[in-house]
Nanobody, 126 residues
Framework: VQLQASGGGLVQAGASLRLSCAASGRSFGTYTVGWFRQAPGKEREFVASINWGSVTTVYADSVKGRFTISRDNAKNTVYLQMNSLKAEDTAVYYC????????????????????WGQGTLVTVSS
């Protein structure tokens, strides 16, 4: 499976962006997919995850109510809609996929995800 993240850019605080994670591979629709981000000088942190059937989603507290993760399995794509962006959301955003069906309480760690995209830069100016 190859993942391609896109949709990043430079926006002002309060604006919105939608990131996309496009995947190759026919089984992608069965994978849990997560978004992580890494700001300069900081560790990679969890943002949001969604299971294969879009039944379960998990969000970091810092993005709850502002970000929404969704997926279109017919298009092999997972989205991250980011609203009310803040300067502290500035980071490289990575999508990742777990093919082994880890329990949702592991989703906020990098451990379950064996496939990673290359990242897309989001810069929010204040």
């Amino acid at each position: 499976v190859q993942l391609q993240a896109s949709g990043g850019g430079l926006v002002q605080a309060g604006a919105s962006l939608r990131l996309s994670c496009a995947a190759s591979g026919r089984s992608f629709g069965t994978y849990t997919v997560g978004w992580f981000r890494q700001a300069p000088g900081k560790e990679r942190e969890f943002v949001a995850s969604i299971n294969w059937g879009s039944v379960t989603t998990v969000y970091a507290d810092s993005v709850k109510g502002r970000f929404t993760i969704s997926r279109d399995n017919a298009k092999n794509t997972v989205y991250l809609q980011m609203n009310s962006l803040k300067a502290e959301d500035t980071a490289v955003y990575y999508c990742a996929a777990d093919s082994r069906g880890a329990a949702s309480w592991y989703w906020d760690t990098t451990r379950p995800y064996e496939y990673w995209g290359q990242g897309t830069l989001v810069t929010v100016s204040s």
